[in-house]
């Protein structure tokens, strides 16, 4: 009875291990960026990463202790990142600058916070400072012999590279790193990651590198494919092709089994007016692709069966972002913490897979009061018109005409603009004059926010005529 009992249990566990295991082998990474005026305080962000979604590595472009502190206690593992103007003075022998670095951002926090792996410096090779690029290894060494001399042994220490550091990637096996640096510069680093067992940290982005002939290749959607002849592999990812250039050229110089993780990819999901491949279907199959492949353990052609850490960039949305628009449109998240698109985040919800936009928390977008009359009539005439909201609601002897005034035609259109377009923060950008709100503006007392909603929910929109009469 007892035995049957123990055979039992054992049955079970080894059933529970095969249905989990490919779940709970899931990890991925985020750049947490924080170039934006909006985000919610860090300990929000980390509990909510923590309780909600699948995310397990956070990576840090700094070492600001109270992001830092805020991860205590969440496992959640990160990385946080050396300041490029110390990397001379950590690099020094002479001086006790690395183990001061390390006594001030590191032994504080670790090891409550899950600190797994310290940056050195950002895209430092990409500066062309060469009084940077010359300390960069020797900062590396010292840095890591800082935290072994701290006790910090599980701490890993690398440096993120643009993939400007190769000269030739195309096609992958013809990889290699730029001339003058590859002898003087990776070789040595590379034989420091061989030696403490730590990755060679690169941040390839096809967003960078895509046409409009090359938009699905760099998408992971179905193309013909770029043949390598040397290796007849024939590549059908941009993304997997950098990889494996990468690859190429670490081999070229005798470290081919230095592991490989990823710094810093993503995709956006909104861009400039005209611009192609950056809607959020766009930045939802490039980062759900990345996610399943780079978990999926089948690796590249050139490295089968690996796993890749990987960082997707970014965790938020960051509206502070200078540059073209797509910048500001990398997030995964939209600064209320609502996902940018359903790219299989969220825990819950159907196996893994995050909800549609918009779902959960209401919102509704609305003219900003501060808008000048001009920008409004363009907004109604760009919702009603080529955006393909349904305004006939506000025309005369329509449900919605009265309150008869620009701000509440203007909001009322942008709305529906919004709803209809599938609830994104940029699909209720109008030139920054237009407001999400999640409190539903039907309700408010002031009568000249009073607009009707068109979300398509009928209990709703009753709710709101009933507030109109
Ligand atoms: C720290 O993060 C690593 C990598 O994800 C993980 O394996 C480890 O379990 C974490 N440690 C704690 C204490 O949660
Ligand atoms: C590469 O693969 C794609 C997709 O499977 C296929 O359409 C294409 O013909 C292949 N090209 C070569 C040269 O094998």
Known sequence: MAAGWVLHAVLFRLLHLVLFSSVTAFSIGVNYGANADNLPPPAQVATYLKQNTYIDRVKLFDANPDMIRAFAGTG???????????????????????SAW?????????PATNISLVAVGNEVMATSDRNLIAHLVPAMRSLYAALAAAGFHQIRVSTPHSLGILS?????????FRRGYDRAIFAPMLEFHRRTRTPFLVNPYPYFGYTARTLNYALFRPNP????????INYTNMFVAQLDAVHAAMQRLG?????????????????????????????ASFNGNLI???????????????????????LFNENQKP???AERYFGVFNADLTPAYDVGLLRGGGGGKAPAPGSGVRRWCVASAGADGAALQANINYACGSGGADCGPIQEGGACFDPNTLLAHASYSMNAYYQAAGRHDFNCDFGHTGVITSSDPSKSPSPTLLIHSLSGEVESKSLLMLDFN
Request: hydrophobic share 40%; net charge negative.
């Open 323 to 325: 540059g073209p628009t």
């Open 76 to 98: 959640i593992a990160l990385m946080i990142t050396v300041p490029n103007t110390d990397i001379p003075a950590i690099a020094s022998r002479s001086s006790s600058a690395a």
């Open 292 to 314: 399943r492949l780079v978990n999926s353990g089948k690796g590249t052609p050139m490295m089968p069966g690996r796993r890749f850490e990987t960082y997707v960039f970014s």
């Open 255 to 283: 470290y081919g089994d230095v592991e490989i993780a990823v710094g810093e990819t993503g995709w956006p999901s909104a861009g400039d007016a005209g611009q192609i491949g950056v809607s959020a279907e766009d930045a």
């Open 102 to 110: 390390v006594a001030a951002h590191v032994a504080p926090f670790y």
């Open 168 to 176: 030739a990637s195309e096609p992958p096996s013809v990889g290699r």
């Open 225 to 232: 494919g770029v043949f390598d002849p040397a290796t007849r």
